[in-house]
Structures are given as C-alpha cells and as structure tokens.
C-alpha cells in the first residue's frame, strides 16, 4: 500500500473541482465503492474518501495489472502492480493515459442520435429506450425487408473489448457479414496455424504463446527468433519487460526485420531484410537446414507428417487402406470415436512402401525416410518432407542473399545459432497484413516442427498450462463455441467421420425434439457460414466468421449478393486501420442506418453514424474471463469509475438482439437466439454467478470490492509443461497432437482440405470454389513475393512502404488523449536521410506519400534505421478534426493515414489477408495538413473533463 | 549525506516513453511542461551497419548544481535533510536563469505559474522511503533505479554493482557539475556518446 497522504495531498488542488463534481451525486453507488480505504487523520478531516482498487489495463490485449486510486470516487492515480509475474510493475503510456481517457470531453456518456446530415457532426442526447428502439426498429426493418444478412457488423480495429460477443450475437441473429481492420490481417493466421499443424498454440510471440523464453525459474533457452515483432511497441509493458529480463539472462536474440527496432538494435545478430522478402528467408533457414543435416531426424520421422506420402491429386497424404485395403490398423479406435489413421511411407528396413500405423517410436514396424519419392499405386508420391525439400531446394545462402539482401555470412550465422541451439522462433503480426500470411506463418511453425523445437524446455513452441496434459487422443475444435452442439455442423480433428456424423445428428435430434425442423435449422445455419464474402474463395475466414474485404464494399455498392442495409459497427475507426478509406466511405454512404458502439467519437462516427451508442473505457468495464489473464495470472477485472450511461458492450449487444426480436415478434424470427448467451448477458446480475464460480467465491459483487484478493494464479511449475504428446493415454497409446494424424503437421493437411470442402467450418456439409472446384491452398512454406515488390523497378513509385507500431497507440485507441498527442502529435515518416538529401527534406518537414490507390501525409523523421529506399509509417487520425473549434470539421482521417495507400484487391489465397503494408510508393516534399493539433498546448480540449456524472448506476439492471 | 539519484539502465530502456506519462500525471504538470525526456541517441552509422541507444535525462542531482548558483533568490536550493536540488516555488520570481545555467536543459518554465519546475525525485512519494519515484514504479523495461548511490544496498547501488566499470557513465560536465545519475549502457549494444 501506497503512502496515500501524500499522493492525495499533492493533488488535492487540481482535484477540488473534481470532489465537488462527485459530491454532487453522493446517494449512487459512490457510497458504497469498496476497496481499502486508508485515509489518514487530515484526509479524514477533509472528508475525502480514498481507496485503491485492483483491477487490469486493456490498452492493448495484454492485461498487465494495475493498482487504481480514486478520491472521492474519481479515479487519480494508476500504477502498476508489483505483483504481476512478469511486469513487476510495469505500466506503459496506453495504460496511463486511461485517466484521460475515461474523462476525455470526447468519451460520449449518453446515447446519441444524429440531426442533420451525415458528417454534419450535430447530435441529440436520447434515452436508451429510445436508442433501443430506434436500432431495433431499424434493424427489423432491414431484416423484414432484404432478410438477415442486411445487417452487417464491425470488430475489430481497437478499443473493442474482444470479438466473442460479435460473433456470437452474429450467430444469433444469422447476419454474415462482418469485417474486421484485424482478423485476416491480424492473428487469425497464426490461429490457423497453430490449430492445424499442433492442435494448439502458435509461435506468436506477444500475447499468452511462445512464452518459454521468459521462463526464469529453470531457465532452458538459449536463443530465441523475433521474427517482425516489435514486441516493445506491441507489448509495450509486458512482453518489454518479460524481453529485457530475458536478454539480461543470457538469452540471445537473433532480430529479422527490416527496421531497426528496439530489439534489433539490443539483437546478438539482426537480420536487415528487405521489407516483405521473408519467405526468401525462410526457404533460405529450410535449404541450410536440410542440406547440412540440423534437423532432428528423430523428431521428424516419428512425430511430424513429414515422411507420409502425398497422393500428388489429392495432395493429401495416402492412407494405409487406400494402399491395402484389407490393412488392419492397430492403432484404430474399436469404438470409432478417436481417430488414429495410418499412414503411408517409405520403409528404410524394407526399402519399400509400407503402412505407417501411429505407435511409439519404439514400437514402429517402419522406419520412415522424410525426404523421398516412392511408387504408391502407380504413382510417384512425394514424402510431405520432400515437399518441403523441393520447395527450398534452389535458396542457396548466396541465392537467399541475393534476394533477402542480407550477407550470406549474416544469414548463415544466424541460421547455424538457431539450429544448434535450444530455441524457437517468436513470430510478430506483420506478415498477416499481406499476400504472405499463410507462408510466413506456415513457414516458421513448419522449421521449429523440422528442427524438433516442439514441447521440450528451451523452445517457442510449447502448450503451457496444466490442461494442455491428456488421458485420451487430442482432439480440436476451432474455436469454444458449441457449433457442432447445436447446428451439428463443423468437425472436431481427432474424431473419426462416424463420431462426428452422430454427433452431428444428435444435434439435429434435439432441435426435432424441441418441435423445430433440425434439418432445416442446421442447413439455414450452414446457408449462413456460406453466405460470408469471399469465403468461397478464401475459406478460412471462417475460422473468426469473417468475410474478405473488397466483395464486402461491392456488396455495399451493388446490392449483389444481396443489400447490405444496417451497420452495426462495434470497433472504433476503421478509415484508419483499413485501406481504401475512400472506397469505403463510398460503398458506407449507400447503408440506410448505421449504429456506431464505442466510448469515443472517431472518424467513422462522424462520417457514417445515425445513431452512437456509448460503451464503457475499461475503468468502466467489469469481466470475469474477457480480457482478464496475462501469462499465469487471472486478475477480476474491477468497474473502479462509471460515468454516465456508458454500458457494457456484451449487454449492449444482447439488449439490441432482445429488442430485435421483439421488433420482429418473437426469439424463433431470428437464427438462434439463446446462441448469443455463449458469450453475452443480459445484466451484469445474470452473469455474476458464473463470474463467481470461476473465481471460486460465493459472491461476485461482494469479492470484486476487495478484486486484489481473488487473482487466480497457477503455480509456475504447473505452468510449465512438456513432453505432453508422450504421456501414455487409454488406448495405450502416446497422447500425440490434436491433429488429423495425431502428430506434427508441417505439411498442412488442414490447409489443403480447407481449399477443396471448406473443412472443417461446414462439416458435413461442402464450401467449395466458386465453380464447385476445389480449390489448392499451399501446404508448405513457398516462395512468394508481395505483388508490389522491392524487387521491381518502378520509375513511377520508387519507394517501398512498411509499417510498424509504437508503443504510445494501440490500433485506433488514444488519438485523444493529450499526454500521448503531445508526445507524437503525427505519424512519423521514416526515411533514410540520404534519401531525405536526395529529395531535400529535412527531418521534421511535411512530405507526401503516394502509391498507385492512394496518397496521405506524414512528418518526416530521417533515420539510418531504415534502408535507402525504404519508408516507414504508423497508422494515425486525428480527433482533433472535428473539434468545434475547427472552421471545415473533418473525420480527420484523410490528412495522414498510411491505409489509404494500402490494398485489399489482392489477398493471400488462404486468410484473404490484405496488404495493408508491403507496396511502392513515391514521396515528395510538402505541407502541414488542415485541421491538426502538433503543439502540446493545441491539445488543451482533450484535457480531463472532471465536471461530469461521476459513478452512476449501470443502465440495465435484472428484471 | 545521502547522494540520492536515479540510475538509467539503457540496456533495458525501450525509448517507451512511460517515464514521461507516469512523471506527468503524478506531478501534475501542464501540456508542454516535462521534468524528463527520452533522447534517441542514433542510429549512428550507416544502414546497415548501425547502432543507437535511448537516454532518459532528468534533473542530474549535480554535486556542482549551476541551478543553483545562479539563482538569484535561492528558490534553486539543496535541501539540508535530503541533500537534492529543489526549487522552492515560492521564492522564484521566473527570471529562468537557471533554465539556462543547467546544461541539460531539464528545466521548464510554467508560463501560467510563472515559476521554474524540475523533476524532485518524486519527494511526496520518496520521502519516507516507502515508494519509489513514478517513473521508476512503471517503467516498462525496469530500467530506472532509485537511491543513494553511497549506501550499498540501495536500488541504484545493486544495480550498478552488477556491470563493469567501461559500462557505466554519467553525463558530461563541462564545468564541473558532477552529475549523480549514472547510465549503463554496456558496449555490446552501443557506445556511449558523448552529447554535453
Ligand atoms: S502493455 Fe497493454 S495491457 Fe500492458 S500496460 Fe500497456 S496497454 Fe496496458
Ligand atoms: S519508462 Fe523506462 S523503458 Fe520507457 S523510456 Fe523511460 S526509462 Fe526507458
Ligand atoms: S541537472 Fe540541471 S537542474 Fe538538475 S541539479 Fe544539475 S544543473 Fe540543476
Ligand atoms: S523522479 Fe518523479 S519528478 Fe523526477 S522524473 Fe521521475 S517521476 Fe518525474
């Protein structure tokens, strides 16, 4: 505990509006906020109430903890928690600044409806009846009209709170349409990845994977891989932290990135790389490592799919009974409920094809070779190995050099660290925004499965929590919500076709029992996964129910296939995290309402909205399991501060669905209704028992006053956990990976069955291409260059555009918060001087950027850190546009935002990413733009607004 | 008397920025006003061969503090009982000789108050040696010590104690002010450069 007198002593003065502002509404809930008080005699005697609260930051998706002070109710002072396991107190800008940002002038307290037209930025405060009303009304209208998928949803972008309650009230009401500035462009990849070749965890290294190398109780690793993860801008407390008490271990880090990042700069050996020529890199690792034998043998022939056969059709690998059809598998489930397939490969005993059964090592009839081609049927088949192998075959050191940029001597030291050492490969985002996605993240996944860094101390990845250990065969759903339950459609890897027909069939049994045609309901389901844009191209934008971007804005223009009606938009500002901002804001206008969910105003507010509904900043914001767990700790996530009428988002959302239907007279008008309870409520009240339960207490209202009590932690060694495919299950056999062959996929067999059928998402129904063909999505990491390209000559473009983040924004989030705009008032344009010489800028001095779609501005920062040749630029809008002291209000996202040079137009095949870095630019020397704030005092209206209802009640309370 | 300072680990600095935000919001400070500032040092060389480092620089607790022999009022002052440099607001008239008489420029001038502020090592936090400064609670990389450098066991003291003396350095003092804050920056990462 704090010495609270002096803290509050210090700050009584700029604090005596706020107390005033707060007493006013004494009688709410400020009477009775919890938590411990420590007021000292003179504290006493002022009658100020001081308290500290528990609860955990969501400026990023971290959830570092934090200590929360109020006076009087009014939040005055955030820090970090000493006891989080990692951050030791740790606080980044994003966290801190949540004090302006609850208070911001600009955090909209009631719901609002618009008067006048669209971008006229004028408003009327309504009551949320009336705001429930209007959206239900709304909403009906379109679904009565144009039917269900005419409403379209939003997530994603930043300042959402998670995607499950989208998804889930999409489920309810059978709205298909959902895009997201993240999602394809944003870990959906590496989600795919992770579940397809280990039935589990990626190696993505922010966030709650690829952990072991901040494992400082039996420390193992000896080098880690940041492939393009700028963790301490992305994780900017936590992963920062974790990273420089593990390079203060002794841990080496090799860097790949084409900036020189704060990890680059600390790296052992960096890795300059031309923007977006990773896949050259990665073939380049995949050559060395197979020519020169650092792969583990052992690891590959027993516990990956690399020696199978491949059918060279189908690509998929040949089963022993395709081969000997009277092949008894002893493997095999005699209850046909796990699925333990057998195989085919190239016996080295034999020298022949033999069936290759799923055992121990020790217990194999066979001993498969990894890299071959043999005769199977009449047929030459590659192993999946050889694949791979063929795949890499021609990138040389000297070639990989060559295209990568990097010295061979670089590369080779780089590659010789990471084989011979323990280690792994630690991913960031950036390969989602592009064509690359599916390579890169297959690619990197597929050389730690090849170099057997898989589930042992000392590598990335590892599956670490004390669930991840089994007592039957793996098995894998895509996501935790119950498809297959109640629709009976989608199927669970590690179940044979009959356990998943039945339970598919049991499903529609239930809703025939219920008095409701099962059939029919699981095909309007299916009808309704189909109906997502671009799927039938893309078929993995199921995985996060999302649609590809472009077919979705021509929707919007054209009405085809079908009218896009009502928006409901739940992120924050999508003209700045996505391209075609124009494009977009065309196809937008063509919506008859748009609803727009946030606890601030954005450009897309002021360009698109009819009606804003007002959420909650995560002081608000109580939870359980959203966003509440960082590496071993769950923290109850505590509503400190409530102001106005600012609501839940997961009420919000299941409060709309109610009135929807009571809009279209009764539950059954729409796809399923209690489907949105997997995820939302209706009242805080309906949830807490849940809440309770997970955290073991009797009374979730009552244990969140005293939140610091309750953290669930595990305990690191349980924490920790390997060899888990090894330990023996029921049927004898070792656990394996929640796979389709209950090993390593690095040859992704997901992937391949993915583009012919949609599989698993429709299961047992087909999503195939466009024409009914299957479709081929690549199973192993292949050479690909991003259409734009640094290797073109372009008289016209001469400049390569990347990205990269800064610890100071998070997505869309905190372009109004005074502290952080002083700071970087305007998105840097990195650039190398010699460059900036050539074309006579000087650091600091407005330039602008074009490419072939589009062109914004930028303050140029002239840095050796990038590459002649090279810019670098953040994402960035500005609030200030539509300040009413503006003369022409603006959304403010035209002036300088990157996207409006990027392209959604060609997409990586598998995930529909988008480019929204990776392409040629020009750049020019120019002038300051209307309408933005550089100086610190410019932000004075952005500055905490204290004289507000401080700590009401929540709107929606339990009939 | 205790020599009472911050220690800047660069090794574990990420240039975040949180020292900043965190010193802002406890100090309560204007927009425009800053007790600290993180000076990207580099990248020096060439692409890409290439090196650069952040400096986090706040008041120094100078031992020769120019401050405060400039001042004409004595509102720059060493504080008998802690030995810091201070100001004492109410004596300054805002003549800002001080502003330029520090060599680091880490003073600032509050037009609306009218007087000089500077970082106070976060007093109503560290006085009673419970707490620790602001930007040292939250700082991201745990790269900010607070301490007396003359007893062994302080924060700054352990720190220090764990690097050889070619990684730690302090400020230039091109008159002599004996800067207290020390930086560790070990050369494996980058060279110190020499800026005052
Ligand atoms: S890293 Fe993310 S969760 Fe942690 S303090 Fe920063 S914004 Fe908050
Ligand atoms: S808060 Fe810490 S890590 Fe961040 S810039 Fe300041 S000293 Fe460096
Ligand atoms: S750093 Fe500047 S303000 Fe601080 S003691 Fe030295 S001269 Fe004075
Ligand atoms: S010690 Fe306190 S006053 Fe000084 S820079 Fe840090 S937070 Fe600011």
């Known amino acids: ?959 | 008397m205790p020599r009472n300072c911050l220690v800047i680990n660069l090794d574990r600095c990420t240039g975040c920025d949180s020292c900043i935000v965190s010193c802002k919001l406890e100090n309560s400070l204007p927009l425009g006003i800053f007790y600290n500032r993180v000076i990207q040092v580099g990248p020096t060389g060439q692409y890409p061969n290439i090196e650069r480092y952040n400096l986090p620089v706040q008041c120094q607790q100078c031992t020769h503090a120019r401050c405060v022999e400039v001042c004409p009022t004595g509102a720059s002052y060493r504080d008998e009982k802690t030995n810091i440099v201070l100001i004492d607001a109410s004596k300054c008239i805002g003549c800002q000789y001080c502003l330029y008489a520090c060599p680091y420029g880490v003073r600032s001038f509050d037009k609306d108050e009218g007087v000089v502020k500077k970082c106070t090592l976060c007093q109503h936090l560290t006085a009673k040696g419970k707490e620790k400064p602001a930007c040292v609670h939250n700082c991201p990389g745990g790269a900010r010590f607070y301490g007396d450098l003359d007893d062994p066991n302080s924060d700054v003291s352990r720190e220090l104690a764990k690097y050889p003396d070619e990684c730690i350095h302090t400020l230039g003092a091109p008159e002599g002010e004996e800067p207290l804050t020390r930086y560790i920056l070990s050369p494996k990462y980058a060279t110190w450069k020499e800026l005052v």
């Open chain 1, 1 to 959: 505990m704090g010495d609270m007198k002096s803290v509050a002593l210090w700050r009584r003065k700029s604090l005596s509006k706020l107390s005033h502002a707060a007493s006013g509404l004494a009688g709410l809930e400020l009477a009775e906020k919890p938590a411990l008080v420590e007021a000292d005699e003179e504290f006493a005697t002022s009658g100020v109430k001081l308290e500290k609260h528990h609860t955990c930051c969501h400026g990023c998706y971290n959830n570092c903890p934090v200590w929360v002070y109020t006076e009087d109710g009014v939040a005055v002072k955030i820090e970090g928690d000493y006891d989080g396991t990692l951050t030791k107190g740790a606080l980044c800008t994003k966290a801190l600044n949540q004090l302006h940002l609850v208070y911001s002038p600009r955090h909209i307290l009631h719901p609002m409806k618009r008067i006048g037209v669209r971008g006229g930025n004028e408003w009327e405060t309504i009551s949320w009846d009336e705001a429930l009303n209007l959206a239900g009304e709304q909403m009906a209208l379109a679904t009565k009209k144009y039917g269900p998928y005419s409403i379209m949803v939003g997530a994603g972008g930043g300042g959402t709170y998670g995607n499950v309650f989208q998804r889930v009230t999409q489920d309810a009401i059978g709205a298909p349409v959902c895009i997201s500035g993240g999602g394809c462009q944003c870990y959906l990849p590496a989600d795919c990845a992770g579940q397809w070749m280990r039935g589990g965890s990626n190696n993505r290294h922010e966030g709650n994977n690829a952990r072991e190398m901040w494992n400082a109780w039996n420390p193992a690793m000896e080098c880690v891989v940041l492939w393009g993860a700028q963790t301490s801008a992305s994780g900017a407390a936590y992963a920062a932290r974790a990273n420089a008490d593990m390079r203060e271990r002794g841990v080496k880090t090799i860097v790949v990135d084409p900036y020189f990042t704060e990890e680059a700069a600390k790296a052992d050996i960096w890795l300059p790389i031309r923007p977006m020529a990773d896949i050259a890199m990665l073939l380049g690792w995949f050559r060395y490592i197979i020519a020169n034998k650092l792969y583990d043998e052992q690891f590959c022939k027993y516990w990956t799919n690399y020696p199978f056969l491949i059918d060279p059709d189908t690509r998929l690998p040949i089963k022993a009974e395709e081969v000997w059809p009277d092949y008894v598998n002893p493997s095999a489930d005699p209850n046909d409920v796990y699925d333990t397939p057998a195989y085919v490969c190239f016996d080295a005993r034999t020298n022949s094809i033999q069936p290759f059964p799923y055992t121990l090592p020790e217990n194999s009839p066979v001993d498969p070779v990894v890299f071959c081609e043999a005769e199977v049927n009449g047929r030459m088949c590659k192993t999946g190995g050889q694949i791979q192998w063929e795949a890499c075959q021609e990138w040389t050191l000297e070639k990989t050099a060559e295209v990568t940029w990097v010295d061979a001597d670089t590369i080779e030291r780089a590659v010789r660290l990471y084989a011979t050492t323990l280690s792994g490969i630690g991913t960031g985002q950036f390969a989602d925004m592009s064509e690359l996605s599916s390579n890169f993240i297959f690619g990197t996944m597929a050389l730690d499965m090849l170099c057997g860094k898989v589930d042992k101390p000392g590598v990335v990845l590892t599956e670490q929590k004390p669930e991840s250990r089994h007592t039957t065969r793996p098995t894998h759903f895509w996501c935790g919500r119950p498809y297959q339950e109640t629709f009976g459609v989608g199927w669970t890897v590690g179940l044979t076709k009959n356990e998943n027909l039945r339970r598919s069939k049991a499903a529609v049994e239930r809703w025939n029992e219920k008095g409701v045609d099962g059939l029919a309901k699981q095909k309007e389901f299916v009808a309704y996964q189909m109906a997502r844009l671009g799927s039938d191209h893309h078929k993995a934008v199921h995985q996060w129910q999302l649609n590809e971007l472009a077919p979705v804005r021509k929707a919007l223009l054209v009405g085809e296939p079908y009218k896009i009606s009502v928006r409901w938009e739940q992120s924050g500002n999508k003209y700045c995290v996505m391209s075609s901002g124009e494009e977009w804001n065309k196809a937008y206008s063509t919506i008859d309402f748009c609803i727009h969910q946030q606890p601030h105003m954005t450009s897309t507010t002021f360009e698109d909205a009819d009606l804003f509904l007002p959420t909650q900043e995560w002081l608000e914001f109580e939870h359980a399991t959203e966003m509440t767990t960082q590496f071993n700790q769950t923290y109850m996530r505590k509503q400190v501060v409530h102001l106005g009428e600012t609501i839940d988002p997961f009420i919000l959302v299941t409060q709309m669905v109610d009135k929807l239907c009571e809009k279209l007279g009764g539950d059954d008008k729409v796809l399923c209704r209690d489907f949105q309870f997997n995820g939302t409520y209706r009242t805080k009240e309906d949830i807490y028992p849940q809440w309770a339960e997970m955290f073991g207490v009797d009374d979730w209202a009552e244990a969140v006053k005293h939140s610091e009590d309750h953290t669930l932690t595990v305990p690191i060694d349980e924490l920790y956990q390997f060899y888990q495919y090894l330990d023996i299950v029921d049927d004898g056999l070792p656990a394996g990976f929640a796979t389709l062959s209950r090993k390593c996929e690095p040859y992704v067999t997901m992937a391949v069955m993915n583009g012919h059928t949609g599989f698993p998402y429709n299961f047992p129904y087909e999503q195939t291409g466009p024409q009914g063909e299957w479709l081929e999505y690549d199973a192993v990491c292949t050479y690909r260059e991003q259409s734009e390209n640094m290797l073109q000559d372009d008289k016209e473009y001469p400049f390569y555009l990347t990205t990269g983040r800064v610890a100071h924004y998070h997505h869309t989030t905190l372009r109004n918060a005074p502290y952080s705009r002083e700071l970087m008032p305007v998105p840097d344009v990195r650039i190398n001087p010699r460059d900036a010489k050539r074309l006579g800028i000087n650091h600091g001095e407005w330039v602008e950027l074009s490419s072939r779609r589009g062109k914004t501005r930028g303050r140029a920062y002239l840095t050796e850190g990038v590459r002649p040749g090279v810019v670098m630029m953040e994402r960035f809008y500005f609030p200030e546009s539509y300040d009413g002291s503006q003369k022409n209000p603006t959304g403010g996202w035209r002036q300088c935002n990157v996207n409006l040079m990027a392209r959604d137009d060609v997409v990586n095949p598998t995930f529909a990413s988008a480019s929204w870095r990776g392409y040629r630019v020009n750049v020019v020397k120019s002038e300051k733009p209307e309408g933005v704030w550089t100086e610190p005092e410019e932000f004075k209206p952005f500055m905490p607004d204290h004289n507000v209802e401080c700590n009401t009640q929540e709107v929606f309370h339990h009939a």
